[in-house]
């Protein structure tokens, strides 16, 4: 999924320390009704997520229901608690 036209652009930084961890958080993107576009990177350790219609805290739950650390993010430029 490439398309980073969406009115939304959520970026999160994750703990990942292997393919399967990254591989997991893009199960769940994937799965995720709603999304215009997802990329994850196991190198960076982050997750950009494009979307109009999915909010921020729905997202970051589907990411924690994996098991991975959150350890910071931002919704359309704006720190965000996590």
Do not use: N, W
């Not at 490439?2 to 652009?9: L, P, V």
């Not at 576009?37 to 950009?48: F, P, R």
């Amino acid at each position: 999924m490439a398309s980073t036209e969406a009115a939304h652009h959520y970026h999160f930084d994750i703990t990942m320390t292997c393919g399967g961890c990254s591989g997991a958080v893009e199960r769940v993107l994937k799965k995720t009704d709603g999304l215009s576009s997802y990329a994850v990177s196991l190198e960076a350790q982050t997750a950009d997520v494009y979307t109009d219609s999915v909010p921020f805290d729905a997202v970051l739950e589907k990411i924690k229901k994996t098991g991975k650390t959150v350890r910071g993010a931002e919704a359309d430029g704006k720190g965000m608690g996590v």
